[in-house]
């Protein structure tokens, strides 16, 4: 029996959610003792939702189109996640505010990956290439990813795990891109992994 239970996780994705993926493979190859409870998409086109259900693992589509709009669609995720039994939601490549009853529901209990080290390059509008045209910009040395606690504000959650890469003189904002994207389901694995062997303990579910 093991000594802790298996984490019960549910996926919020808009497109190919290539950290949901990793997950999942990590499940079904015995390296992360998860269940896939649930994903939900916004977007009903988006790869995640065949590569979810591929792996066997249920999915919806819940978005302001479908529910009547982005309050019924907070509501109806939430609702959705608890009814699945979900007690740990990742976020892969969501591209939608995670509503007030979702976080208040799951306080302390959604994980993000952003593409830089957090604190620095985080907030409003610091999303996807932006990141890291703001990163070569700066003319850092480094760049990285943030595995990071959701909270009602941009990337201002308690911070899990981070990797850091060098940056070369001559790489472009595609160039940091394309390595910081290498990195991050890697790293959302193993923070997940910590998660499950008690070795990395959430805080307090009131952030």
Request: aromatic share 4%; with cysteine; charged share 20%.
């Amino acid at each position: 029996m093991p000594a802790h239970p298996k984490l019960k996780l549910g996926f919020l994705a808009s497109h190919g959610g290539s950290s949901m993926r990793a997950i999942l493979a990590a499940i079904r190859a015995g390296e992360l003792d998860a269940e896939a409870r649930l994903m939900v998409t916004n977007n009903p086109d988006s790869p995640a939702m065949a590569a979810a259900k591929a792996a066997g693992a249920p999915a919806r589509c819940i978005n302001a189109a479908s529910e009547g709009g982005a309050e019924a669609a907070d509501r109806a995720i939430a609702e959705a996640m608890a009814q699945a039994g979900v007690e740990l939601i990742v976020l892969s490549g969501y591209l939608r505010p995670v509503g007030p009853v979702t976080l208040a529901r799951y306080a302390g209990r959604i994980l993000n990956v952003h593409p830089a080290l957090l604190p620095q390059y985080g907030g409003r509008g610091l999303y996807g290439r932006r990141v890291h045209e703001a990163v070569h910009a700066a003319g850092d040395a480094v760049s990285g990813a943030t595995i990071h606690l959701v909270d009602a504000d941009y990337d201002t959650g308690p911070i899990l795990a981070q990797q850091e890469i060098p940056i070369d003189p001559a790489d472009s904002p595609q160039d940091i891109e394309q390595k910081v994207m290498a990195l991050e389901p890697g790293l959302f694995v193993r923070t997940l992994q910590r998660i499950a062997a008690g070795d990395l303990v959430l805080p307090d579910r009131h952030l």
